[in-house]
DNA sequence: ACGACGATGCTTACACCGTAAGCATGATCT
DNA sequence: AGATCATGCTTACGGTGTAAGCATCGTCGT
C-alpha cells in the first residue's frame, strides 16, 4: 500500500474495478477473488471499492454482463431471412466469450442476466425474427434453448473445479484405474477420442436445433 | 448442543450427512450451507463432520452424486431401437431430479460427475447405443449433448439468484419499467407468456435433438 | 479569497467461514 | 482387564464480507 494520504484520488472507476475483477478472475479463477485481494490489485483497500459497487454481489453481476456484453456487441440483429445464420452466430460468438472468460461461466450460468443493454438487445432480436416472419413465442424459443445449451455445454467443456487448472478433460485422469474388461467403451472413448471434440460437437448439436426449428409449421 | 460426552456417538455417518447437507440446501439454498450450520442441523459440532467427509468440497461433490444418482436410478439402458425413447426419458429423468433440488444445481452444472457408480452407468448406455447400431463417437455426443442442454436450461428455469425464493422468472419483476415504446415485444411477451413456458419448449428442444440425431447418416 | 461541502479512500471492528491440531471418552477386541 | 480405535469436542488461526466513522482532497458559491 503507497502510503496514500487520505483524500488522494486512486483514479478508482466503477469501470476500472469491474476491469480489474475480470482481469483477476481470469488470472486467478473465481474462489480466489476477494475484495481484499481485488483492493491490492489496485492499489487501494478493500473498502475503498464499496464506493463504486454496492456489493460483492453486485459486483459479480457487473461481471457477467461486461462478458456478455463482449459477447453480443459486433452481433447485429437478423435481418430478413437470415436468422438462422444469425442464430448460429450467436450461439459461437457467445461461447466464444465464455471461454474467453471461463472464471466468469458459472456466474454467467447462474445469475439472470437483466441489464438495460442486455433488455434492449433481446427487443431487438425479437422485433427483427417477427419482421422476418417467425411468431413471438418461437423467436424467443429459439433464442433461450439456443443461449442455455451453449452454457451448459461450455460449463461442461471448461469444466473441472472452477478455479483449477487441469487441462485434461476430466476423463483421462481416471484412464488408469479403469478396468478394462468394465469399462471397454469408455477405454475406446479415451483411446480414439471419438465424441471429445467439443467444437464439433457443439457445431453439429447448433445445427440441428437451428435446423429443427426452421423445419418447424408456422403456426 | 444437548451437551453430550466426548466419545458418545450421535450415530453420525457419511450418508446421514449427506442427506442432512442435501434437506439444508433443499431448505435454506447453497450460499446458507456452511457447516457450522450443518452440524448445529445434526446436533454435533462442526468439526465433528469431518470425520465423515474430508472437506467441505468433497461434501458437495458429494451432494452432485447423490441427485445424479436419483436421477438415474430406474432409469435402465436403451435396448435395441429405442434409443431415441429412452434418451427422451434420461433427459426428462434428469431435469426433474435438477428441479427437485435447485440448491445442488449450480454444484451439478459446474463439478464433473466421475463417481464410479457415474462411470459404470455411462459405460453401460455406451454399450447399450452400440448395439443398437450407432457409432460410439456419436452415441457419446448425444448423452452429452442432452445432459449439457438439460442442465443449462434448468439454470435458466430454477434461475434467480441461487439461495433466493423469487418465484417470478425474473422478467415480470422489471416489467414495470419498460417503456412501452421501447419495448413492445417483451411486453407482449410478459402479456401472453409467449415463449416463458419452460416445460414444452424443453420438451420441444430435446425432441428436436433427437429428431436431428436419428436423422443423421451412420458413418 | 475563503469557507462549506461532497466525494474519495482509509481505519477499525464484527460476525462468520473452513479447517488444522490435539484431547476426552466410549465401544470394541485380545 | 488392558490396549486400541473411532468418535465427537475444544481451541485456535487466518481468511471473508461489510457496517460505521474519520481524514483529506477537489470543487464551488459567495
Redesign the pocket.
Known amino acids: ?13 466503477r469501470e476500472r474495478v469491474l476491469d480489474a475483477a475480470l482481469d483477476y478472475v481470469d488470472a486467478h479463477g473465481l474462489p ?8 491490492a490489485q489496485l ?17 459479480l453481476d457487473g461481471l457477467v454482463d461486461r462478458v456478455m456484453e463482449t459477447a453480443f456487441t459486433g452481433l447485429g440483429a437478423p435481418s430478413g431471412d437470415d436468422w438462422p445464420a444469425w442464430l448460429r452466430a450467436f450461439a459461437h460468438g457467445l461461447r466464444s466469450a465464455l471461454i474467453a472468460h471461463p472464471g466468469v461461466l458459472p456466474l454467467a450460468a447462474t445469475r439472470p442476466v437483466n441489464s438495460p443493454d442486455a433488455l434492449r438487445m433481446s427487443e431487438g432480436w425479437l422485433a427483427a425474427m417477427r419482421t422476418a416472419g417467425l411468431p413471438l413465442g418461437r423467436a424467443l424459443d429459439m433464442v433461450n434453448v439456443l443461449a442455455t445449451f451453449t452454457i451448459g455445454h461450455t460449463l461442461a467443456e471448461v469444466g473441472q473445479t472452477p478455479g483449477h487448472e487441469g487441462s485434461e478433460p476430466d476423463l483421462d485422469q481416471h484412464a488408469a484405474e479403469l478396468d478394462p474388461a468394465e469399462f471397454p467403451n469408455l477405454l475406446e472413448v479415451i483411446a480414439t477420442r471419438a465424441g471429445l471434440d467439443f467444437d464439433s460437437r457443439f457445431t453439429q448439436a447448433v445445427d440441428i436445433l437451428i435446423a429443427g426449428y426452421a423445419a418447424l409449421p408456422r403456426p
Open positions: 500500500m503507497p502510503d496514500r494520504r487520505a483524500g488522494a484520488k486512486a483514479g478508482l472507476t480466489a477473488l476477494s475484495m481484499r485481494k481485488l483492493g492499489g487501494v483497500e478493500a473498502m475503498s471499492l464499496y464506493r463504486h459497487v454496492p456489493n460483492k454481489d453486485a459486483l
